[in-house]
């Protein structure tokens, strides 16, 4: 039989919760560091905990006596509206006209966002981000698979990997819908256990939000976690490390259908790698699919190139099997590229054009079956497309959810105008 050995990193809060002032007197911050045993699977004998500690949960409570999220948690939102929200992303070209109807400043330094999941109504928002304490080296990117090219991604004057990591801290930041900050909980790697500090795009499913913790440069290594957030402050979130990756995942997403597929997105999305997460046999139909536990690291089961280069991904949701592709699994994406015109002037060569899209994508193939671009840029001047996104249904409308800027950030709400026509 096959289990999956997994450690999972919990704890409770103990005491009482101070809230936050802005004088960043960081009242009621507490640390969660038990270990508990776990696996994928809820049901059956547990395998004995695997004492890896990938990372420690600091929490910081600054509203008192509200609930962390919605109680009970709510379905995921793009799952649950997949067919409208298919249908009208289909109805988009690019001459669509888009209609702001939302716009919510979120309070405090939101640091540099990269996942977004908006949950219920409305009632909160869940924000991964990453805040950088030291430079890291920038690096030339490649379009091809770890297959294809050579495993260390390289930079003028050097070797990526052994140019420095940086640092930083990866923060999953928790908004009511006015805006107001509810809660901050930051990842916190051992010592000497550090260099994976970069959180990605992350996905909700119902239960778990999953997130990738990874090096901030490409050819490198992350460890994917799912996170089991609790609805109530007096219960510590749980962080379960699922699998730990040679390569970059800077976005995951998690096919609930029941192949229980995990989708993670390379340095900007150029390629996808995934991972069955329950492997039945018809001789065994209660076996589980095993991982090796990390640190060690697990080959995906299969590694696809991306072929389109419209943008580069920096947030995935999944929507589920779409009616109209063959019950092919399907995940809306957003992201940016930067073009650069070699015509131009410029140090490096030439001016740069930013682009921003979303694409509706197969995610066994990553072809894009429907793409759009988008130009709405921020007050700030950022494209909506810089960092994550969300996708609802509200009132029957399909509404996309934008948060691009840096450490000062608003959430931007978005709705096509489509006629019925259409």
Sequence with gaps: MNLFPIAALAGRLGGALGVAREQHVLAGSTRGNALLPSRLSPTGPAHPPQQYPVVDVNITIHQTNVSLLPSPLPPAGPASHADEIIDQFLRLTRSTSWKLVEK??????????????????????????????????RCAVSTQTPQEAPRKATEVGGNCMSAGAGAGIPHLLVFDRQGARVADMTLVHPPGEDAEYHPGGIDYDGTYVWLPLAQYRPASTATVLRLRVKTSQDEFPQVEPVLRVEEHIGAVAHDTSADQKLLGLTWGGRAA???????????????RRAFSPPPVFTRPDR??????????????????RSWRHGLRPVMLCSGIASLEDMNGGGEDGGTKTEIGGVALVDMESMIPLWEVPLTMRTDRGALMTKNPMDVAVVNARMRLYFLPDERNSTLYGYEPVLERSE
């Design 104 to 137: 919510v400043p979120f309070e405090g330094d939101t640091f540099e966002p990269e996942g977004l999941v908006r949950f219920g109504n409305g009632e909160r928002y869940l924000v991964s981000a990453g805040e950088w304490t030291a430079p890291r080296p």
């Design 273 to 287: 790698l995934s991972w069955r997460l329950q492997r039945r046999r018809w001789w065994c139909p209660w076996c």
């Design 303 to 320: 590694t696809v190139r991306n072929p389109s280069h419209f943008v580069d991904y920096q947030d995935c949701k999944f929507l589920g």
